[in-house]
């Protein structure tokens, strides 16, 4: 089956600028997560969802990022205005439920430098 | 809070040997614990993980992983190692969210570099 699909891999923007990532996760899989990971650190969730609809976001800066999954496939991610401290690899993910216990599949990531 | 722990930023071992990479958690109630490997440039692969049942859990490329309760660790291993296992590893455990779902809590990595 085919994995999770980012795009794009690589983007380099200065700061104040506006950027949007893409996920198409697996077929069938229900529930979508954005992570962000910074150099040396793990991932850190900034949102899940479940089908099209939000489950948590407790971790997102909302007054400058955003994501929507407006038909429960697949979804964007956006910064706007970003901010040096944003540069970081940040990562699709998709599982089959939100139960827990299955498990979750990434996709590549997209590296964002922001100058 | 959910939390794993991963005391060692980086594990070298000669290829052929047992590895062992170390992750200890702390949950409130039953963990459900996961092990992801990352290679440079690509996204998180997924290991093994425990939810339930048996301690020794086997997983992807001979990969294993033992639950001990008791100290509360779930530690990797593989009885021989490759030079192509060398990568990024990461233990994360299930943390429930305000919304009623489950998101991964990870540690912050151990750095196997297998060496000839």
């Known amino acids: 089956e085919a994995g999770v699909a980012q795009s794009p891999r690589y983007k380099i923007i200065e700061k104040r600028q506006s950027v949007a990532f893409w996920c198409n996760p697996i077929?069938?899989?229900?529930?979508l997560y954005w992570y962000q990971q910074i150099l040396g650190q793990g991932p850190k969730l900034l949102i899940q969802?479940?089908?099209?609809?939000?489950?948590?976001d407790s971790q997102l800066p909302k007054d400058r990022f955003s994501a929507e999954r407006l038909k429960g496939v697949d979804s964007t991610l956006k910064i706007q205005p970003a901010k040096l401290e944003d540069s970081a690899v940040y990562l699709c993910?998709?599982?089959?439920?939100?139960?827990?216990?299955?498990?979750?599949?990434f996709g590549p990531g997209t590296r964002l430098t922001v100058t | 809070a959910q939390s794993v722990a991963q005391p060692e930023d980086q594990v070298n071992v000669a290829e052929g040997n047992p590895l062992t990479v170390k992750c200890t958690y702390s949950?409130?109630?039953?963990?459900?614990l996961f092990w992801y490997v990352q290679y440079p440039n690509r996204g998180l692969q997924f290991l093994l993980k425990?939810?339930?049942?048996?301690?020794l859990v086997k997983g992807s490329y001979g990969f294993e992983a033992e639950f001990n309760k008791s100290q509360t660790s779930f530690h990797l291993k593989k009885p021989s190692a490759l030079v192509s296992d060398s990568a990024l590893y990461f233990c994360?455990?299930?943390?429930?969210?305000?919304?009623?779902?489950?998101?991964?809590?990870f540690g912050t990595g151990t750095q196997l570099k297998v060496e000839l």
């Open positions: 993910a998709s599982s089959l439920d939100w139960s827990g216990r299955s498990e979750q599949y």
């Open positions: 077929s069938g899989h229900a529930t």
């Open positions: 969802f479940q089908n099209n609809g939000v489950v948590d």
């Open positions: 949950v409130s109630g039953n963990p459900y």
């Open positions: 425990y939810i339930t049942g048996d301690n």
């Open positions: 994360a455990v299930r943390e429930r969210v305000t919304g009623g779902g489950n998101k991964l809590t």
